[in-house]
């Protein structure tokens, strides 16, 4: 066995000189570095630093420095999370905010970080001169490129603001929410460096970040670093992570064969004929599974039994031959390299050995980046074995077993088995526990195989189970203390822990099998999911760190010596942001890799999935015409206790509550994904199409989606629209489509809808409950979109405006009518006119009297909305509003913005009630303010009235926001007149009404308002027909 060598290394500061006593271990088993430092005090120049002076030239292995307390003083441990009196407060300083609440302080830290870096620019060198002069900074030149930066930016900004709002609780449409703020300002802080952690002497700092963050994702997972080092590092994505873990498996997989070859072959060699190598006992695989290791010596070891060898003794074999043969390291990879894998190409290996072509397994729902894996290493996605899953979305484990057995059977080799922690659309996790109990059942057959756990979702889950105070963890927190030598930083804490807002525990079954990745050989992490940092930061991490190097390809530009720390000398990227691994790292030290840390966030996130998997469960009233099914099936009897202990209650009542929080333990998903089906209803009677039914789903999804075409402000709600496939779910996409009624057409895809709770702050059950009536309103919008016939509809036209930004335009309502079924909206839209000439019309027929408009084309309103939002617009037709006559003229017009659109609600609904007071909704742009009042049920009255004078304080800019946007506003002196509820209720002879509403930050609002007439538009006798 080689024994490390001690390297050092010398950094020069101020009157100091710093001495890294650097101990790396042989190549072979090279994991993780060591490193202590030493401080001498006296001038530089009195060191005798020539002798280092090269190893600077090439870049500083700098992990640590004691003065102005550096680097990995600070960086370098896995900490506990800050606790305090109330636990959630702390969660609170994490985030800039769904409102930007925390912009104060992030633009303090922002400006700090800077300032800072422009501070270092003009410290480094103060005597060279100035590139960019005043003098230049005068010329015309010089201003015009100033200017056009100004204006440019300025444009991306403008354009950026219609990205889809991935920072509001509204947003559940992917595994995407708002990144935490030391995770931004740590990757700023890195960025404007622009370090390439493809190697250390492009990235001296953030080199050893990434390093540091990775052990610390090792630690989260939990490996056992009593036996075998751990290493990791941060990659661009979970995809290139999971593709970096079958391509090390593959290799580990071939490589004792080649080192076979190497030493029958090779005279240097020779000694180790008789190295003892653990294997299979039999040479053959054993379908009976009698098959137990046993030491046998290297020359006398089958194909079989060399491709069936157990990872650590894979990884370890290298060591033990070269140790055998007494040649270095070096010497053996040089002389096994004409007979690696990796050399002569996987056609003429596996002719060579007459092997059958290696299978990888992964479950039906795995990511792409799977089969990515199988064709990019050269494997063939036919090799890539799908498992069934469960109707709770889990591999199905004897599914499993018939598909090994058929490897034992034809002797076929096994490169790896994958288990998802934390699936893409269901968050299911795979039986981890028996999968490695599988393994051991499969090695008595002479079977075996790298254990791969893709959790790119469910990784940082593991921080909800990490006690700081429990004996395990403080006993790894006392080994990581005296292995680096390091005095912890003492955490905050509070001697009474209160969680204020709610959190979920995870069942059983997902601890277990959480707990249980760290078995695994390889695990895959995704710090920019639950990480809650920025694209691009995922994570591999190696149970034996040792399996890395059979990935390790160094080019002469990145790599020096196999004492050098580069990192992008593993791996399939090349150059690499160490901006990433900086934003990583500052996460994790500021909020903590514990149940009071990020296990804090990801509880509450947890909580919410449940909440809503509940209100999935019961949000479709049983007279609407629509069903609402979750696919992860719970039983009748916990059915019914959703809507008894959990719906429509707040979360106090929910968590004093031991039998809803028991309940919340065993429904809903593993991790935080829901995944529901829905199809709607006519006549009664469940409509039994799976391809009409998907039609629907994407109607929704259109409507709960941020697209191209439509103006993100107007989403009130995302949620992702997605389709299950047959060939993937199998039986149980069947017997879930039946349970809604789809019995035709099940072979095709099915659509389904997926909503993810990221955001802590969609864990409040009051707001659960607020995105359920969002949600059944766009059910409502897209049946009506899907089943309406078509037809005009007639609009009341406002008055004719024009605004730079809009041109000329108007506000129109629809006209409803609760009597026809494609007429029973309510609706404001915003009409721009497209033609001069149609200006001058609108105008001369408006001085005469108002005017209604109506599409020329029949159409259903939505699409007829959409439709008409294209450049081209649409025809419409002019009428009178007070006397019928025929078309008195057509214009182009084209839909701008639509603040309002709502079905009626289903009149049969026995517990659709007038509400106490009038209720109108209030809007307005370009001067104009209306008020449009709110339909309830027949009988009842539409009605548009003017504003004409509002308080000064409403005409800011903020209020003018709130305008653009529209918002209900209630009469609080008007009680509605429950005995003849379509009556006109405004007949004050001032018009002067005082409302009530909600305002910006949802804050109470009053004030008294003046109409310019009692009327305006009012119609009680075509609605209620």
Known sequence: MRTSKLVKYVLCRKDKVFIIEHFKPPQSLRSRSKARVCTLAGDAESASIQHFAERISVGLKCFTCEEDNKMTDNFDQTDAGDR?????????????????????????????????????????????????????????????????????????????????????????????????MPAVLGYISGMVWNPNNVD?????????????????????????????????????????????????????????????????????????????????????????????????????????????????????????????????????????????????????????????SPRLFVPATCHYSWPKAATVLGLGEDNLIHINVTALARQDMNHLREELQKCVTNAIPVISVTAVMGSTEESAIDPLIEMLAIREEFKRKGLNFAVLADAAWGAYMRTMLIDPDSPEEQQKALRRKEKKGRQQRERNRSSIISNYVPISPLSQYAKDNLNAIRLADTVTSDPHKTGYVPYPAGGLSYRNGTMKDFVLLAAPEVFHSEDDLSVGVNGLEGSKPGAAGAGVLLSHRVIGMDMYGYGRILGQCVYGSKIYYCLWLHLAK????????????????????????????????????????GLLDRVGPDCMINKFGINFIVDGVKNNDVDLSTEYSKKIGRI??????????????????????????????????????????????????????????????????????????????????????KAKHMFVCGDLQYTEKNGWFMYA????????????????????????????????????????????????????????????????????????????????????????????????????????????????????????????????????????????????????????????????????????????????????????????????REMDIVLEDNNGWFDNHVLNR
Not at 224 to 245: F, L, M, Q, Y
Not at 655 to 661: C, F, G, I, K, S
């Open 200 to 356: 250390v002497t492009a990235s001296p700092i953030t080199t050893p970040y990434e390093i540091i963050a990775a052990d610390q994702i090792c630690d989260m997972i939990g490996f056992d670093r009593t036996k075998v080092e751990p290493w990791g590092h941060i990659t661009c994505g979970g995809s290139i992570a999971n593709i970096e873990a079958v391509w090390s498996s593959r290799n580990m997989k071939f490589y004792p064969l080649s080192l076979q070859d190497a030493v029958m072959a090779e005279a240097q060699l020779a000694g180790a004929n008789t190295f003892k190598v653990n294997v299979p006992a039999q040479p053959h695989p054993q379908p009976g599974g009698d098959n137990p290791y046993v030491q046998v010596e290297l020359q006398n070891c089958s194909v079989w039994q060399l491709l069936n060898l157990d990872v650590d003794d894979a990884c370890s074999m290298a060591e033990g031959v070269a140790g055998a043969a007494g040649v270095s390291m070096d010497t053996l990879s040089g002389l096994v390299h004409p007979y690696a894998y990796t050399s002569i190409g996987i056609h003429s290996f596996l002719q060579k050995h007459n092997i059958n």
């Open 813 to 1004: 309502n629809v006209v409803g009518e609760f009597g026809k079924k494609a007429q029973q909206y309510e609706c404001v839209t915003k009409l721009a006119v497209l033609n001069k000439a149609d200006v001058a019309k609108i105008q001369k027929y408006q001085h005469n009297g108002g005017l209604l408009a109506s599409n020329k084309k029949e159409e259903v309103l939505y699409q007829m909305l959409l439709d008409a939002a294209a450049d081209t617009g649409a025809e419409f037709e002019f009428n009178y509003q007070n006397k019928r006559s025929s078309t008195l003229f057509t214009a182009s017009l084209k839909v701008i913005d639509t603040p309002r659109i709502k079905h009626f609600e289903i009149q049969t609904d026995p517990d659709l009630q007038y509400p106490d007071h009038y209720q109108y909704f209030m809007y307005g742009e370009g001067g104009k303010i209306y008020l449009s009042h709110m339909v309830t049920k027949k009988p009842d009255f539409q009605q548009v009235v003017e504003v004409e004078t509002l308080p000064v304080r409403m005409y800011g800019e903020k209020d003018g926001w709130l305008l653009w946007y529209g918002f209900p506003v209630t009469f609080t002196d008007l009680p509605v007149n429950q005995n003849n509820p379509k009556a006109n209720p405004l007949t004050n002879s001032d018009r002067t009404y005082h409302i009530r509403f909600a305002g910006e930050k949802h804050k109470n």
């Open 622 to 661: 049983p007279t609407d015409p629509f069903i609402i099914k979750p696919y992860i099936p719970c039983s009748d009897e916990d059915n019914d206790l959703a809507k008894t202990l959990i719906v429509g209650k707040s979360d106090l009542q929910i968590v004093t509550n031991p039998d809803a929080m």
């Open 704 to 789: 709960v989606s941020v697209n191209a075409d439509k103006n993100n402000y107007r989403v009130p709600l995302v949620i992702f629209q997605s389709i299950m496939e047959p060939g993937t779910f199998g039986q149980s996409l069947i017997d879930f489509e039946e349970s809604l009624g789809l019995t035709v057409n099940n072979q095709n895809q099915f659509g389904c809808m997926v909503n993810t709770v990221m955001n802590p702050w969609q864990a409040s059950g009051e707001f659960v409950w607020r995105v359920g009536e969002i949600y059944r309103e766009a059910c409502l919008l897209a049946y009506g979109w899907q089943l309406d016939p």
């Open 84 to 180: 305090y009196l109330i636990q959630s407060n702390a969660l609170s300083g994490w985030f800039l905010g769904p409102r930007a609440e925390n912009r104060d302080v992030f633009n303090e830290l922002m400006n700090q970080t800077i300032d800072q870096h422009q501070q270092n620019r003009r410290k480094y060198w103060p005597t060279d001169p100035e590139y960019i002069t005043k003098a230049q900074k005068w010329t015309p030149a010089y201003k015009a490129e100033k200017k056009q930066l100004k204006d440019k930016l300025k444009e991306m900004n403008d354009d950026l603001a219609l990205s889809t709002p991935v920072f509001s609780p509204r947003f559940q449409g992917h595994m995407n929410w708002d990144i935490s």
